[in-house]
T-cell receptor, first 113, second 112 residues
Framework: EPEVTQTPSHQVTQMGQEVILRCVPI?????FYWYRQILGQKVEFLVS????????KSEIFDDQFSVERPDGSNFTLKIRSTKLEDSAMYFC???????????FGEGSRLTVL | AQSVTQPDIHITVSEGASLELRCNYS??????LFWYVQSPGQGLQLLLK??????LVQGIKGFEAEFKRSQSSFNLRKPSVHWSDAAEYFC??????????FGAGTTVTVRA
């Protein structure tokens, strides 16, 4: 069964460092998303991406965040200068055209020290 | 603004017993409603979704949910729980864009 894959599964970084989280969405999917879950809190929407541009973003997704689809398969989330409060599980998701299912990856845990 | 409340943080149920997880939502228009399950170390798996039509929705793993507009609820049920149903369950509400708002989750423990 096709699945969304995310790397790394866990990353530890120092405050102020840049981090790139990678995702490989399901191959025929057209819509891509990043969500995050801070420990003990709700899963929160960050950004959606379609046709090589951001279609919607939350207030969390400030100038420190960016997304990119550098080639035909990867979808990345970059945090330019990490803060302690960026520590969270980051989930990538993708879905096909139409009202299909949103498929989530297993998440990348980011720990900022 | 859209939001979801899951009143029960933790539920313990005996194997073979029925399960009901509560979900109340706030949304300005006709909502898209979802239930996801997350097992330890796993991603979020869709159990079922409601967009329109029949208010009783069937999902995977024997789960069903009922949309009640008058109560702003979308409760999840399973008639007979298996030990493998132990997990965390999330209700979510959103729009066609799939900008979803999740509840805080309900952890289900299944005792033998």
């Amino acid at each position: 069964e096709p699945e969304v894959t995310q790397t790394p599964s866990h990353q530890v970084t120092q405050m102020g460092q840049e981090v790139i989280l990678r995702c490989v969405p399901i191959s025929n999917h057209l819509y891509f998303y990043w969500y995050r879950q801070i420990l003990g809190q709700k899963v929160e929407f960050l950004v959606s991406f379609y046709n090589n541009e951001i279609s919607e973003k939350s207030e969390i997704f400030d100038d420190q965040f960016s997304v990119e689809r550098p080639d035909g398969s990867n979808f990345t989330l970059k945090i330019r200068s990490t803060k302690l409060e960026d520590s969270a599980m980051y989930f990538c998701a993708s879905r096909p055209l139409g009202t299909g299912e949103l498929f989530f990856g297993e998440g990348s845990r980011l720990t900022v020290l | 603004a859209q939001s979801v409340t899951q009143p029960d943080i933790h539920i313990t149920v005996s194997e073979g017993a029925s399960l009901e997880l509560r979900c109340n939502y706030s949304y300005g228009a006709t909502p898209y409603l979802f239930w996801y399950v997350q097992s330890p170390g796993q991603g979020l798996q869709l159990l079922l979704k409601y967009f329109s039509g029949d208010t009783l929705v069937q999902g995977i793993k024997g789960f069903e949910a009922e949309f009640k507009r008058s109560q702003s609820s979308f409760n999840l049920r399973k008639p007979s729980v298996h030990w493998s149903d132990a997990a965390e369950y999330f209700c979510a509400v959103g729009s066609m864009s799939y900008k979803l708002s999740f509840g805080a989750g309900t952890t289900v423990t299944v005792r033998a």
